[in-house]
């Protein structure tokens, strides 16, 4: 079993994107939180990922096959680029999958929190 607690942190992303065959943006990020094992897949424990100015938290359940389909995750985010952020995901990683987002903005505008649930099309 795995339950791992993790941080790492560098002046580049873009070094990344051979890893996740996506160009990433060339800029400073964080990643920290904790990732455990499970029957169905890998839980997220307080994920925080920031990338310049752009943050994320995200927590649940990200189910590895067959292509995430069942994957429940729940997710905070704040910053001017999330559009790429999500497009990017959207196009590599689930363009073949039939994706529900539960989105709300909080009422400036800033930040928005939501709910992913993942399933076959």
């Given amino acids: 079993m795995i339950d791992t607690p993790f941080r790492a942190s560098g002046p580049d992303l873009a070094a990344f994107s051979d890893v996740v065959h996506s160009a990433l943006p060339q800029t ?5 939180g904790r990732v455990a094992r499970s029957a169905q897949g890998f839980t997220l424990h307080a994920l925080r990922a920031r990338a310049g100015d752009d943050t ?5 359940l990200v189910v590895a096959q067959p ?25 590599r990683y689930l ?7 539960i989105w709300r903005p909080d009422r400036f505008g800033r930040t928005a ?3 992913i649930e993942i399933s076959p099309k």
Avoid at 56 to 60: F, L, N, Q, R, T
Avoid at 95 to 101: E, F, G, I, N
């Fill in 28 to 32: 400073h990020f964080s990643l920290d």
């Fill in 56 to 60: 994320a938290e995200v927590g649940g």
């Fill in 67 to 91: 292509r995430l389909a069942g994957s429940d995750l729940h997710l905070k985010t704040a910053g001017p680029n999330l559009a790429r952020f999500m497009q990017t995901l959207a196009d």
């Fill in 95 to 101: 363009s073949d999958l039939q994706v529900r987002m």
């Fill in 113 to 115: 929190t939501g709910t």
